[in-house]
Protein backbone atom coordinates (compact mmCIF):
# COMPACT_ATOMS: atom_id res chain seq x y z
CA UNK A 1 0.00 0.00 0.00
CA UNK A 2 1.58 3.75 -0.72
CA UNK A 3 1.77 6.37 1.92
CA UNK A 4 -1.04 9.02 2.23
CA UNK A 5 -3.09 6.27 -0.52
CA UNK A 6 -6.10 8.98 -1.10
CA UNK A 7 -4.04 12.35 -1.93
CA UNK A 8 -1.29 11.00 -3.09
CA UNK A 9 -3.69 9.50 -6.32
CA UNK A 10 -5.45 12.47 -6.29
CA UNK A 11 -2.27 15.05 -6.45
CA UNK A 12 -0.66 12.51 -9.58
CA UNK A 13 -3.61 12.81 -11.39
CA UNK A 14 -3.15 16.54 -11.18
CA UNK A 15 0.01 16.94 -11.84
CA UNK A 16 -0.18 14.30 -14.83
CA UNK A 17 -2.14 16.65 -16.42
CA UNK A 18 0.04 19.28 -16.56
CA UNK A 19 3.46 17.23 -16.91
CA UNK A 20 3.59 17.74 -21.07
CA UNK A 21 2.70 20.73 -21.68
CA UNK A 22 5.35 23.16 -23.61
CA UNK A 23 3.34 26.11 -22.46
CA UNK A 24 1.68 27.02 -18.86
CA UNK A 25 -0.85 29.79 -19.03
CA UNK A 26 -2.81 31.24 -15.89
CA UNK A 27 -5.57 29.93 -16.39
CA UNK A 28 -3.77 26.08 -16.00
CA UNK A 29 -2.48 26.86 -12.98
CA UNK A 30 -5.89 28.22 -11.13
CA UNK A 31 -7.37 24.67 -12.62
CA UNK A 32 -4.40 22.57 -10.86
CA UNK A 33 -4.50 24.81 -7.78
CA UNK A 34 -8.36 24.06 -7.88
CA UNK A 35 -7.71 20.48 -7.77
CA UNK A 36 -4.93 20.33 -5.32
CA UNK A 37 -6.49 22.63 -3.02
CA UNK A 38 -9.60 19.72 -3.23
CA UNK A 39 -7.13 16.59 -2.59
CA UNK A 40 -6.11 18.18 0.42
CA UNK A 41 -9.02 19.46 2.05
CA UNK A 42 -10.56 15.44 1.39
CA UNK A 43 -7.89 14.59 2.94
CA UNK A 44 -8.26 16.12 6.20
CA UNK A 45 -5.40 18.75 5.60
CA UNK A 46 -5.96 21.71 8.16
CA UNK A 47 -7.58 24.59 6.70
CA UNK A 48 -5.95 27.31 6.62
CA UNK A 49 -2.48 25.05 5.53
CA UNK A 50 -4.03 24.34 2.33
CA UNK A 51 -4.36 28.07 1.97
CA UNK A 52 -1.14 28.90 2.62
CA UNK A 53 0.39 26.02 0.44
CA UNK A 54 -1.87 26.57 -2.50
CA UNK A 55 -0.80 30.27 -2.52
CA UNK A 56 3.08 29.64 -2.12
CA UNK A 57 2.44 27.22 -5.40
CA UNK A 58 0.32 29.94 -7.25
CA UNK A 59 2.64 32.93 -6.72
CA UNK A 60 5.58 30.71 -7.50
CA UNK A 61 3.73 28.83 -10.67
CA UNK A 62 2.24 32.00 -12.07
CA UNK A 63 6.16 33.93 -12.02
CA UNK A 64 8.97 34.28 -14.82
CA UNK A 65 10.36 30.68 -13.13
CA UNK A 66 8.02 28.91 -15.31
CA UNK A 67 6.81 31.15 -17.89
CA UNK A 68 10.28 31.63 -18.97
CA UNK A 69 11.62 28.05 -18.64
CA UNK A 70 11.89 25.78 -21.05
CA UNK A 71 9.98 22.79 -19.79
CA UNK A 72 6.85 25.17 -18.22
CA UNK A 73 4.93 21.78 -16.90
CA UNK A 74 7.54 19.76 -15.51
CA UNK A 75 8.88 23.61 -13.67
CA UNK A 76 5.14 23.48 -12.12
CA UNK A 77 5.31 19.78 -11.11
CA UNK A 78 8.95 20.68 -9.27
CA UNK A 79 7.51 23.74 -7.59
CA UNK A 80 4.68 21.47 -6.22
CA UNK A 81 7.49 19.08 -4.68
CA UNK A 82 9.49 22.04 -3.28
CA UNK A 83 6.23 23.27 -1.42
CA UNK A 84 5.26 20.24 -0.07
CA UNK A 85 8.88 19.28 1.07
CA UNK A 86 8.71 22.54 2.70
CA UNK A 87 5.67 21.88 4.36
CA UNK A 88 6.61 18.74 6.13
CA UNK A 89 9.83 19.95 7.34
CA UNK A 90 12.53 21.36 4.48
CA UNK A 91 15.66 19.11 6.12
CA UNK A 92 15.22 15.95 8.04
CA UNK A 93 15.66 16.73 11.64
CA UNK A 94 17.92 13.92 12.64
CA UNK A 95 17.23 12.33 16.73
CA UNK A 96 19.51 14.05 19.37
CA UNK A 97 21.17 12.31 22.28
CA UNK A 98 22.82 13.53 25.24
CA UNK A 99 26.40 14.29 26.37
CA UNK A 100 25.84 12.57 29.23
CA UNK A 101 24.23 9.37 28.89
CA UNK A 102 21.53 7.51 29.28
CA UNK A 103 19.65 10.02 27.05
CA UNK A 104 15.66 9.80 27.71
CA UNK A 105 13.02 9.53 25.26
CA UNK A 106 9.28 10.50 26.57
CA UNK A 107 6.93 9.27 24.30
CA UNK A 108 3.57 9.88 24.55
CA UNK A 109 0.14 10.36 22.76
CA UNK A 110 -3.11 9.20 22.82
CA UNK A 111 -4.67 5.41 23.55
CA UNK A 112 -4.48 3.88 20.21
CA UNK A 113 -1.56 6.03 18.44
CA UNK A 114 0.68 2.90 18.50
CA UNK A 115 2.89 3.98 21.65
CA UNK A 116 3.87 0.73 22.73
CA UNK A 117 4.72 -0.82 19.47
CA UNK A 118 6.64 2.39 18.34
CA UNK A 119 8.36 2.59 21.22
CA UNK A 120 10.05 -0.79 20.60
CA UNK A 121 10.74 0.05 17.00
CA UNK A 122 12.63 3.02 17.53
CA UNK A 123 14.63 0.80 20.53
CA UNK A 124 15.27 -1.49 17.47
CA UNK A 125 16.18 1.07 15.18
CA UNK A 126 18.36 3.26 17.42
CA UNK A 127 20.28 0.38 18.67
CA UNK A 128 21.66 -0.30 14.97
CA UNK A 129 23.11 2.99 15.17
CA UNK A 130 25.35 1.62 17.89
CA UNK A 131 22.91 2.51 21.46
CA UNK A 132 22.39 0.22 24.33
CA UNK A 133 18.84 0.88 24.47
CA UNK A 134 16.34 -0.03 27.85
CA UNK A 135 12.55 0.34 27.72
CA UNK A 136 10.64 1.15 30.42
CA UNK A 137 7.13 0.30 30.77
CA UNK A 138 4.98 3.15 32.69
CA UNK A 139 1.30 2.54 31.32
CA UNK A 140 -0.06 1.12 34.86
CA UNK A 141 -4.03 1.86 33.32
CA UNK A 142 -4.74 0.00 30.57
CA UNK A 143 -5.08 -3.52 31.08
CA UNK A 144 -1.70 -5.53 29.88
CA UNK A 145 -0.09 -2.80 28.61
CA UNK A 146 2.77 -3.51 30.42
CA UNK A 147 2.90 -7.19 29.53
CA UNK A 148 2.62 -5.63 25.88
CA UNK A 149 5.67 -3.84 25.78
CA UNK A 150 7.12 -6.96 27.38
CA UNK A 151 6.86 -8.68 24.64
CA UNK A 152 7.75 -6.66 22.24
CA UNK A 153 11.24 -6.62 24.23
CA UNK A 154 11.69 -10.08 24.09
CA UNK A 155 10.90 -10.19 20.33
CA UNK A 156 13.59 -7.68 19.97
CA UNK A 157 15.80 -9.04 22.85
CA UNK A 158 15.71 -5.24 24.37
CA UNK A 159 15.47 -5.65 28.19
CA UNK A 160 11.94 -4.02 29.62
CA UNK A 161 12.06 -2.24 32.96
CA UNK A 162 9.14 -2.96 35.00
CA UNK A 163 8.50 -2.14 38.54
CA UNK A 164 6.92 -4.74 40.86
CA UNK A 165 3.85 -3.38 42.32
CA UNK A 166 4.48 0.12 41.14
CA UNK A 167 1.39 1.91 40.81
CA UNK A 168 2.81 5.29 40.42
CA UNK A 169 4.52 5.94 36.68
CA UNK A 170 6.36 9.20 38.32
CA UNK A 171 8.15 6.75 40.57
CA UNK A 172 9.00 3.81 38.13
CA UNK A 173 10.40 6.41 35.31
CA UNK A 174 12.85 7.82 38.49
CA UNK A 175 13.81 3.80 38.90
CA UNK A 176 14.10 2.78 35.49
CA UNK A 177 16.64 6.08 34.88
CA UNK A 178 18.54 5.07 37.51
CA UNK A 179 18.34 0.99 36.60
CA UNK A 180 19.44 2.07 33.05
CA UNK A 181 22.48 4.51 34.62
CA UNK A 182 23.53 1.78 36.52
CA UNK A 183 23.25 -1.21 33.55
CA UNK A 184 25.40 1.33 31.20
CA UNK A 185 21.96 1.38 28.81
CA UNK A 186 23.22 4.46 27.26
CA UNK A 187 19.30 5.38 25.67
CA UNK A 188 16.13 5.05 28.18
CA UNK A 189 12.70 5.25 26.08
CA UNK A 190 9.61 5.28 28.67
CA UNK A 191 6.59 4.42 27.21
CA UNK A 192 3.31 6.37 29.20
CA UNK A 193 -0.19 6.17 29.19
CA UNK A 194 -2.59 7.22 26.84
CA UNK A 195 -5.90 8.73 27.63
CA UNK A 196 -9.30 8.57 25.21
CA UNK A 197 -8.53 12.63 24.82
CA UNK A 198 -6.60 15.54 26.07
CA UNK A 199 -6.91 15.70 29.77
CA UNK A 200 -5.80 17.78 32.88
CA UNK A 201 -5.04 14.15 34.86
CA UNK A 202 -2.89 13.25 31.88
CA UNK A 203 -1.21 16.02 31.64
CA UNK A 204 -0.35 16.30 35.17
CA UNK A 205 1.06 12.90 35.17
CA UNK A 206 3.48 13.48 32.27
CA UNK A 207 4.26 17.01 33.74
CA UNK A 208 5.34 15.01 36.79
CA UNK A 209 7.57 12.23 34.80
CA UNK A 210 9.13 15.13 32.56
CA UNK A 211 10.09 17.66 36.13
CA UNK A 212 11.95 13.77 37.54
CA UNK A 213 13.64 12.26 34.74
CA UNK A 214 14.12 15.64 32.74
CA UNK A 215 13.90 13.75 28.92
CA UNK A 216 16.14 14.54 26.21
CA UNK A 217 13.60 14.47 23.62
CA UNK A 218 9.66 14.51 24.25
CA UNK A 219 8.21 12.20 21.10
CA UNK A 220 4.50 12.48 20.54
CA UNK A 221 3.15 9.67 18.56
CA UNK A 222 0.21 10.63 16.48
CA UNK A 223 -2.18 8.16 14.49
CA UNK A 224 -1.89 9.55 11.08
CA UNK A 225 -5.73 8.25 10.18
CA UNK A 226 -6.98 10.03 12.54
CA UNK A 227 -7.47 13.10 10.97
CA UNK A 228 -7.57 16.44 11.79
CA UNK A 229 -7.70 15.29 15.57
CA UNK A 230 -3.63 14.40 14.68
CA UNK A 231 -3.55 17.89 14.28
CA UNK A 232 -5.51 19.26 17.35
CA UNK A 233 -3.86 16.51 19.82
CA UNK A 234 -0.60 17.49 19.13
CA UNK A 235 -1.25 21.14 19.53
CA UNK A 236 -2.41 20.38 22.80
CA UNK A 237 0.23 18.64 23.87
CA UNK A 238 2.50 20.62 22.45
CA UNK A 239 1.10 23.87 24.51
CA UNK A 240 0.97 21.88 27.68
CA UNK A 241 3.93 19.73 27.66
CA UNK A 242 6.12 21.04 25.28
CA UNK A 243 7.20 18.53 22.59
CA UNK A 244 10.13 18.09 20.85
CA UNK A 245 8.89 15.76 17.42
CA UNK A 246 6.59 13.71 15.95
CA UNK A 247 6.08 9.91 15.11
CA UNK A 248 3.68 9.45 12.61
CA UNK A 249 2.22 6.33 12.39
CA UNK A 250 -0.29 4.18 10.08
CA UNK A 251 1.01 6.60 7.03
CA UNK A 252 -0.11 3.36 5.14
CA UNK A 253 -3.36 4.26 5.88
CA UNK A 254 -6.74 5.90 4.27
CA UNK A 255 -7.30 9.16 2.46
CA UNK A 256 -7.56 11.28 6.09
CA UNK A 257 -4.10 10.34 6.46
CA UNK A 258 -3.38 13.61 4.92
CA UNK A 259 -3.67 15.50 8.31
CA UNK A 260 0.07 14.61 9.08
CA UNK A 261 1.13 16.99 6.59
CA UNK A 262 -0.38 19.69 8.85
CA UNK A 263 1.07 18.45 11.89
CA UNK A 264 4.38 20.87 11.10
CA UNK A 265 3.06 23.46 10.29
CA UNK A 266 0.87 24.17 13.03
CA UNK A 267 3.03 23.33 15.58
CA UNK A 268 6.53 23.89 14.44
CA UNK A 269 7.73 20.93 15.64
CA UNK A 270 9.69 17.96 13.10
CA UNK A 271 8.42 15.21 11.95
CA UNK A 272 10.94 12.70 12.90
CA UNK A 273 9.97 8.98 12.23
CA UNK A 274 7.06 7.40 10.15
CA UNK A 275 6.05 4.02 11.23
CA UNK A 276 4.37 1.86 8.60
CA UNK A 277 3.33 -1.66 8.67
CA UNK A 278 3.43 -3.95 11.27
CA UNK A 279 6.81 -5.56 11.57
CA UNK A 280 9.03 -4.10 14.38
CA UNK A 281 11.61 -2.97 12.05
CA UNK A 282 8.65 -1.01 9.97
CA UNK A 283 9.94 2.65 11.00
CA UNK A 284 12.39 5.18 9.50
CA UNK A 285 13.53 8.38 9.48
CA UNK A 286 11.53 11.02 8.31
CA UNK A 287 12.47 12.80 5.30
CA UNK A 288 10.25 15.09 3.65
CA UNK A 289 12.09 15.17 0.59
CA UNK A 290 11.48 11.70 -0.32
CA UNK A 291 7.89 11.65 1.70
CA UNK A 292 7.37 14.52 -1.21
CA UNK A 293 8.55 11.94 -4.16
CA UNK A 294 6.71 8.88 -2.85
CA UNK A 295 3.52 11.11 -2.39
CA UNK A 296 3.91 12.58 -5.97
CA UNK A 297 4.36 9.22 -7.88
CA UNK A 298 8.49 10.12 -8.05
CA UNK A 299 9.93 7.13 -6.26
CA UNK A 300 12.17 7.14 -3.53
CA UNK A 301 15.23 5.73 -5.06
CA UNK A 302 17.31 6.12 -1.91
CA UNK A 303 15.06 4.58 0.78
CA UNK A 304 14.96 2.07 -1.56
CA UNK A 305 18.95 1.88 -1.95
CA UNK A 306 19.12 2.04 1.96
CA UNK A 307 16.38 -0.72 2.40
CA UNK A 308 18.62 -3.23 -0.06
CA UNK A 309 21.75 -2.11 1.73
CA UNK A 310 20.95 -3.65 5.22
CA UNK A 311 20.58 -7.06 3.63
CA UNK A 312 23.00 -6.66 1.47
CA UNK A 313 26.12 -9.07 1.66
CA UNK A 314 28.88 -7.96 -0.71
CA UNK A 315 30.82 -11.28 -0.87
CA UNK A 316 27.84 -13.21 -1.72
CA UNK A 317 27.11 -10.05 -4.39
CA UNK A 318 29.97 -10.78 -6.26
CA UNK A 319 29.74 -14.78 -5.60
CA UNK A 320 26.44 -14.21 -7.58
CA UNK A 321 27.59 -11.97 -10.50
CA UNK A 322 30.31 -14.63 -11.20
CA UNK A 323 27.41 -17.39 -10.93
CA UNK A 324 25.34 -15.30 -13.41
CA UNK A 325 28.30 -14.70 -16.22
CA UNK A 326 29.16 -18.24 -16.33
CA UNK A 327 25.32 -19.10 -16.10
CA UNK A 328 26.07 -21.52 -13.05
CA UNK A 329 22.80 -20.06 -10.85
CA UNK A 330 21.90 -22.54 -8.54
CA UNK A 331 18.10 -22.86 -6.52
CA UNK A 332 20.51 -22.36 -3.50
CA UNK A 333 20.61 -18.48 -5.09
CA UNK A 334 17.68 -18.25 -6.24
CA UNK A 335 16.18 -19.02 -2.55
CA UNK A 336 18.53 -16.66 -1.34
CA UNK A 337 17.88 -14.10 -3.34
CA UNK A 338 14.06 -14.28 -2.42
CA UNK A 339 14.57 -14.56 1.17
CA UNK A 340 16.67 -11.42 0.77
CA UNK A 341 13.83 -9.44 -0.80
CA UNK A 342 11.80 -10.60 1.56
CA UNK A 343 13.38 -9.07 4.26
CA UNK A 344 13.76 -5.73 3.02
CA UNK A 345 9.98 -5.75 3.43
CA UNK A 346 6.61 -6.18 1.51
CA UNK A 347 7.47 -6.05 -1.97
CA UNK A 348 4.32 -4.06 -2.58
CA UNK A 349 5.66 -1.39 -0.48
CA UNK A 350 9.70 -1.83 -2.19
CA UNK A 351 8.01 -1.08 -5.57
CA UNK A 352 5.94 1.97 -4.60
CA UNK A 353 9.45 3.21 -3.70
CA UNK A 354 10.25 2.96 -7.86
CA UNK A 355 9.97 5.93 -9.68
CA UNK A 356 6.86 5.98 -12.12
CA UNK A 357 4.56 3.77 -9.47
CA UNK A 358 2.09 5.35 -9.08
CA UNK A 359 -1.16 3.60 -6.92
CA UNK A 360 -2.79 2.59 -9.89
CA UNK A 361 -0.07 0.64 -11.13
CA UNK A 362 0.52 -1.08 -7.84
CA UNK A 363 -3.11 -2.18 -7.04
CA UNK A 364 -2.49 -4.20 -10.35
CA UNK A 365 0.31 -6.20 -9.06
CA UNK A 366 -0.46 -9.05 -7.26
CA UNK A 367 2.47 -9.98 -5.03
CA UNK A 368 1.23 -13.38 -3.72
CA UNK A 369 3.63 -13.41 -0.72
CA UNK A 370 1.99 -17.25 -0.17
CA UNK A 371 3.21 -18.35 -3.07
CA UNK A 372 6.74 -16.98 -1.98
CA UNK A 373 6.55 -19.27 0.86
CA UNK A 374 5.19 -22.19 -1.06
CA UNK A 375 8.52 -21.82 -3.34
CA UNK A 376 10.44 -21.48 -0.31
CA UNK A 377 9.07 -24.64 1.42
CA UNK A 378 9.67 -26.66 -1.89
CA UNK A 379 13.32 -25.49 -2.04
CA UNK A 380 14.25 -26.14 1.07
CA UNK A 381 12.43 -29.59 0.86
CA UNK A 382 15.10 -30.66 -1.84
CA UNK A 383 18.63 -32.42 -1.26
CA UNK A 384 21.90 -30.34 -1.49
CA UNK A 385 22.63 -31.90 -5.30
CA UNK A 386 18.95 -31.49 -6.32
CA UNK A 387 19.38 -27.76 -5.65
CA UNK A 388 22.72 -26.85 -7.20
CA UNK A 389 21.17 -29.97 -10.47
CA UNK A 390 17.62 -29.19 -10.85
CA UNK A 391 17.87 -31.48 -14.13
CA UNK A 392 18.33 -34.93 -11.47
CA UNK A 393 15.22 -33.92 -10.23
CA UNK A 394 12.74 -37.01 -11.52
CA UNK A 395 9.09 -37.70 -11.03
CA UNK A 396 9.56 -39.92 -7.79
CA UNK A 397 12.16 -37.04 -6.81
CA UNK A 398 8.92 -34.87 -7.23
CA UNK A 399 6.40 -37.02 -5.21
CA UNK A 400 9.14 -36.66 -2.21
CA UNK A 401 9.95 -33.01 -2.40
CA UNK A 402 5.62 -32.59 -2.37
CA UNK A 403 5.08 -34.82 0.31
CA UNK A 404 8.02 -32.90 2.53
CA UNK A 405 7.19 -29.40 1.57
CA UNK A 406 3.46 -29.58 1.67
CA UNK A 407 2.97 -29.19 -2.29
CA UNK A 408 1.72 -30.35 -5.43
CA UNK A 409 3.93 -31.44 -8.50
CA UNK A 410 2.14 -29.25 -10.61
CA UNK A 411 3.76 -26.12 -7.53
CA UNK A 412 7.18 -28.12 -8.01
CA UNK A 413 7.31 -28.39 -11.82
CA UNK A 414 5.90 -24.77 -12.45
CA UNK A 415 8.83 -23.35 -10.06
CA UNK A 416 11.04 -25.57 -12.09
CA UNK A 417 10.26 -23.59 -15.15
CA UNK A 418 10.42 -20.45 -13.69
CA UNK A 419 13.98 -20.82 -12.48
CA UNK A 420 14.40 -22.39 -16.11
CA UNK A 421 13.11 -19.51 -17.57
CA UNK A 422 15.11 -17.03 -15.36
CA UNK A 423 18.37 -18.40 -15.81
CA UNK A 424 17.54 -18.10 -19.99
CA UNK A 425 17.03 -13.71 -18.55
CA UNK A 426 20.30 -14.06 -17.11
CA UNK A 427 21.85 -15.00 -20.16
CA UNK A 428 20.42 -12.66 -22.08
CA UNK A 429 21.29 -9.62 -20.24
CA UNK A 430 24.81 -11.26 -20.27
CA UNK A 431 24.57 -11.58 -23.98
CA UNK A 432 23.16 -8.24 -24.35
CA UNK A 433 26.50 -6.86 -21.61
CA UNK A 434 28.59 -9.03 -24.37
CA UNK A 435 26.61 -7.30 -27.40
CA UNK A 436 27.52 -3.86 -26.18
CA UNK A 437 24.59 -1.62 -27.71
CA UNK A 438 23.56 -3.63 -30.55
CA UNK A 439 20.59 -4.57 -28.38
CA UNK A 440 20.61 -8.10 -29.25
CA UNK A 441 19.38 -10.80 -26.47
CA UNK A 442 16.44 -9.50 -24.63
CA UNK A 443 13.97 -10.03 -21.77
CA UNK A 444 11.71 -12.34 -23.50
CA UNK A 445 8.60 -11.41 -21.50
CA UNK A 446 9.88 -12.36 -18.21
CA UNK A 447 8.21 -11.84 -14.99
CA UNK A 448 8.75 -12.38 -11.35
CA UNK A 449 7.53 -15.51 -10.54
CA UNK A 450 5.43 -14.72 -7.48
Not at 92 to 103: C, L, W
Not at 144 to 166: E, H, S, W, Y
Not at 254 to 267: E, Y
Not at 358 to 372: A, Q, R, S
Request: proline share 4%.
Amino acid sequence: MAVFEGLSEKLQQTIKKMRGKGRVTEKDVKQMMREIKLALLEADVNYKVVKDFVKSISERAVGQEVFESLTPGQQVIKIVNEELVNLMGKAPSKSTFSSKPPTVYLMVGLQGSGKTTTSGKLANLLRKQGKKPLLAACDVYRPAAVKQLQIVGKQLDIPVFTLDNGKNPVDIAKAAFEHARENMNDLLIIDTAGRLHVDEELMEELKNIKKKVMPHEILLVVDSMTGQDAVNVAESFNKKLGIDGIVLTKLDGDTRGGAALSVKSVTGKPIKYAAMGEKLSDIEPFYPDRMASRILGMGDVLSLIEKAQENFNEKKALELEQKMRKQQLTLEDFLEQMQELKRMGPINEIMGMMPGMNNKMLKNVDVDEKKMGQMEAIIKSMTREERNNPQVINSSRKKRIAGGSGTTIQQINRLLNDFAQMKKMMKNLTDMTKAGKRGRGGLGGFKLPF
